[in-house]
């Protein structure tokens, strides 16, 4: 069936990983996977859900992930503490369009219409990163404590 998630099997226990069609729609999809992958409930499990949301939604806009029969791979996993490692790993550079990595834009201009999911990634993050090189997939992590306090 198109658009069901494939699981594929991981090395360590506690983790999930699935890969996913490269599409916009799917993107709810994958949060409705991440929050139940984690066990935690709905209010604990929104900043996981909006930072996965964002790493999606920027590996098929921006890799090749997001062009015909292209897919993500999505692993979650619960670490001691309850904090939650997001990953996200997309299928390399589209052909014929620039490489990119991710990076934090310094400026944003009030009328953009796009350039502030990492910092939403940042912000509601302990920390994020990526791996890979330049010209091949990249995966983008997230290490994020969802009982932090965000108002503070």
């Not at 939650?84 to 014929?96: E, F, K, M, Q, Y």
């Not at 369009?97 to 796009?114: F, K, Q």
Request: aromatic share 6%; glycine share 10%.
């Amino acid at each position: 069936m198109a658009g069901l998630p494939m699981r594929v099997r991981s090395g360590r226990l506690g983790v999930a990983a699935a890969y996913f069609d490269g599409t916009p729609e799917q993107v709810g999809r994958i949060r409705t996977w991440c929050a139940g992958a984690t066990g935690l409930d709905e209010e604990a499990a929104a900043a996981v859900k909006l930072v996965v949301s964002e790493l999606v939604t920027n590996a098929v806009r921006h890799s090749a992930s997001g062009a015909r029969c292209g897919r993500v791979k999505v692993t979650v996993e619960v670490l001691p503490g309850q904090i939650v490692l997001v990953s996200v790993t997309d299928d390399g550079p589209r052909a014929l369009r620039p490489t990119t990595v991710p990076t934090l834009t310094t400026h944003i201009s009030d009328t953009a219409t796009c350039g502030r999911g990492l910092r939403l990634v940042a912000a509601l993050a302990e920390k994020w990163w990526w791996t890979g090189f330049r010209g091949g997939p990249l995966t983008v992590w997230a290490l994020i404590d969802p009982h932090r306090d965000l108002v503070a």
